[in-house]
C-alpha cells in the first residue's frame, strides 16, 4: 500500500532510535513500569499519537485498568497488554488482553514488550476466542522495506482512518496456507487438476479420489487440512461453491427451460405489436 510520506519519513528518523533505547533497556533488565514508558515514547514518536490526549492508562474495565490504550476520534481503537522488555510473551497474557477486550467491546488488542509487537482481533463468539492479525520484531524491523512498513502503520494514526487493519486482516483471512490448502481439497479444483492430467497423460484414467489422497498424504502437511480450524474452512469453502452452483443452475434455468412459467408472463415482442401478423 502507498503510505503517507510523513509516515515514511517518522519511521526513518524514529526506528533506529528506538532499536538502540529498547535493546540497551533489555540488556539492563528494565522493569515493567519502564517498560511502558518507552512504549508510550513509542506510540508518540514512532506511530504518530497524542501521548497526552490520545493515549491513556487510566481505562478501567470491570474493576480492573488495562495497561494502555489508544483513543481516537471519540473511541477506544487498540487496548494494550504491556510486559517487561526482557519478558517473553506468552498465551497467557494475551488470554489477559484479551478478556479487557471482551468486557469493553473492543475488537483490536495489542501484546507487547515494546520489542515485539502483537495484534490481535478479538472474534465474540462463545467462547472468545481471537486471531494473530500481525506480529512485529522492532530490533529487526527494516524501515525501508515495503512489507515491514505495512506491518508498522497498522499500529499508526494515520492507519485508523484508512481502516488499514480491516483491510489487512480479510486478506491475510483470505490467504494463509489453511484456506488455499482447503481450496486444493475442494471438488472442483481436484476436477481441474484430473482434467489437466488426463490431458497431459493421452487420457490416462484416474478418478479425484486418487487425486485427494495423495493431496492429503503427499503433498499437504497434516495440520493444513486436520483440526478445528481446518474443518471449518473446508465446510466455508463447501458452502461458497454449493452458493456458486445454485446461482449458476438459477441463471442458467431460463435458458434451459424456455417453456418456464415465469418466461410464460413474460410478453414477447410479438405480444406487444400492434401490427397484424395475418393468417
Not at 184 to 196: A, C, F, G, H, T
Not at 214 to 233: S, Y
Amino acid at each position: 500500500m502507498a503510505l503517507p510520506a510523513r509516515v515514511i519519513e517518522r519511521f526513518n528518523k524514529e526506528i533506529k532510535k528506538f532499536q538502540n533505547v529498547l535493546q540497551n533497556a533489555k540488556d539492563a533488565d528494565r522493569n515493567e513500569s519502564d517498560t511502558v514508558s518507552i512504549i508510550t515514547d513509542m506510540l508518540a514518536d514512532m506511530f504518530g499519537y497524542d501521548k497526552y490526549m490520545e493515549v491513556t492508562s487510566e481505562l478501567a474495565i470491570r474493576g480492573t485498568f488495562c495497561d494502555l490504550a489508544i483513543k481516537s476520534d471519540g473511541k477506544v481503537q487498540y487496548l494494550i497488554e504491556c510486559k517487561s522488555v526482557g519478558t517473553e510473551l506468552k498465551d497467557n497474557h494475551l488470554t489477559q488482553a484479551a478478556n479487557y477486550g471482551a468486557n469493553y467491546g473492543i475488537p483490536w488488542i495489542v501484546l507487547t514488550n515494546g520489542i515485539e509487537w502483537q495484534i490481535h482481533k478479538i472474534k465474540f463468539e462463545q467462547p472468545i476466542s481471537h486471531d494473530l492479525v500481525c506480529k512485529i520484531n522492532i530490533l529487526e524491523i527494516n524501515p525501508k522495506k515495503e512489507e515491514d512498513q505495512d506491518k508498522l502503520f497498522l499500529l499508526c494514526k494515520e492507519g485508523l482512518s484508512k481502516d488499514t487493519r480491516e483491510d489487512y486482516y480479510e486478506k491475510r483471512q483470505c490467504l494463509n496456507r489453511i484456506v488455499i490448502g482447503g481450496f486444493i481439497l475442494s471438488e472442483p479444483v481436484i476436477s481441474v487438476i484430473r482434467r489437466e492430467i488426463r490431458k497431459f497423460a493421452n487420457g490416462l484414467k484416474v478418478d479425484t479420489e486418487e487425486i485427494e489422497k495423495i493431496i492429503r498424504q503427499e503433498v499437504l502437511k497434516r495440520d493444513i487440512f486436520e483440526g478445528e480450524e481446518a474443518t471449518k474452512i473446508q465446510s466455508k469453502i463447501k458452502r461458497f461453491y454449493k452458493k456458486q452452483t445454485k446461482k449458476q443452475e438459477e441463471n442458467a434455468s431460463p435458458a434451459a427451460s424456455p417453456n418456464n412459467s415465469e418466461e410464460e408472463n413474460i410478453p414477447s415482442s410479438s405480444d406487444n405489436d400492434s401490427t397484424p401478423t395475418g393468417n
